[in-house]
């Protein structure tokens, strides 16, 4: 199938168009014309080389989301006309355990990922959602409710998956007394999901300008960070603390945020490691935990969900001249909340 994207053909390279061929319609594939592609920060690491050697030419993107344009001979999932969405990982191994229980994400012969990488015979390159158009296994692509905005719906495939998955593994309720690390693409979905799962929702910024939009999206209180200090009169108030953020900060601080049997989740990852103070785990019975993104079934329930609530990201919709710009201002944190590519600029 031809296909237009826009690629980085060397590290730190400005995109630019790039014309190639994606591979056959399989009979259990599913092509989608695309509609809107998310930029997530991951794209800004892998384009860079900011992740250890990558594959070029390359072309990022995996909050995809579109319209079935044809489906293969045994496709049972989708029917031509239908809204898709695509995320993180395109395959896995499927017999793993991890695979079997619909967490492909933690496929213990490791995901395949959307793009920067090798499909599963090893010599297809991967390429990303920054395009035209798509090819995928239906078992790994979803549906999307008609009645959310495509553009919103983007960056839900990975910002919204990625807060999504800890909040129900962890038990987001009414009364739950959670706090949401950093408003930023995934701070602020954090907030949105949270609340609508009834949870009492604290927002911990060190942005004081955030706080009308962090009101606004759902929460009951937000805390002023840029005065470290001001964490103390916090200390035993959350059940449940997500931190979004990937900047270097004591993480100590946090968790002696934490109430009695309390969990903070690190999905934002920090430039170095962590430094633990054992004590502030063992005083209180706490934890620290970490998560990754979600599998298919739960992408699904989230999307539902999402439907169900009229919950999508506040995006910036974009054209394809303007990636690079945006980039960089992804980097300086100067965007609200999540660019999204029209690909019809592509």
Request: proline share 4%; net charge negative.
């Amino acid at each position: 199938m031809k296909s237009r994207a826009l690629a980085a053909m060397s590290p730190s390279a400005s995109l630019t168009r790039l014309d190639f061929e994606r591979r056959d319609l399989g009979p259990h594939d599913v092509s989608l014309e695309i509609s809107f592609t998310g930029i997530c920060h991951s794209d800004i690491h892998q384009v860079r080389q900011e992740w250890g050697p990558a594959i070029f030419p390359m072309v990022p993107g995996h909050e995809i989301v579109g319209t079935v344009s044809a489906v293969g001979s045994k496709v049972t999932k989708f029917t031509i006309g239908d809204l898709i969405g695509v995320g993180v990982f395109i395959d896995s191994c499927r017999t793993c355990s991890s695979c079997v229980a619909g967490l492909q994400q933690y496929c213990e012969n490791g995901m395949t990922g959307t793009y920067n990488t090798l499909e599963r015979d090893g010599k297809t390159v991967a390429y990303g959602g920054y395009s035209n158009n798509f090819i995928i296994n239906q078992d790994y692509a979803v549906h999307i409710p008609a009645n959310l905005s495509l553009a919103g719906v983007a960056p839900l495939l990975c910002a919204g998956i990625t807060v999504y998955s800890p909040l129900k593994k962890w038990g987001a309720k009414p009364g739950m007394r959670t706090a949401v690390m950093g408003l930023g693409g995934l701070g602020h979905m954090g907030v949105k999901f949270a609340h609508a799962m009834g949870a009492e929702v604290t927002v911990l910024s060190h942005s004081p300008t955030k706080e009308a939009d962090a009101l606004e999206m759902g929460a009951d209180h937000f805390v002023c960070t840029k005065d470290i200090a001001v964490l103390k009169e916090h200390q035993k108030s959350f059940d449940l603390i997500l931190n979004t953020v990937s900047a270097d900060l004591d993480i100590n601080l946090y968790l002696d945020l934490l109430a009695l049997d309390g969990t903070l989740v690190v999905i934002g990852l920090p430039g170095n490691p962590y430094e633990v103070n054992i004590g502030a785990l063992l005083n209180g019975r706490r934890r620290i935990a970490g998560s990754m993104i979600g599998g298919i079934p739960e992408l699904q329930e989230m999307l539902d969900f999402c439907g169900q609530h009229q919950i999508v990201s506040d995006v910036e919709v974009i054209s394809a001249d303007y990636v690079d710009t945006a980039y960089d201002r992804t980097v300086a944190s100067d965007v609200k909340y999540r660019f999204v590519i029209d690909a019809s600029t592509i």
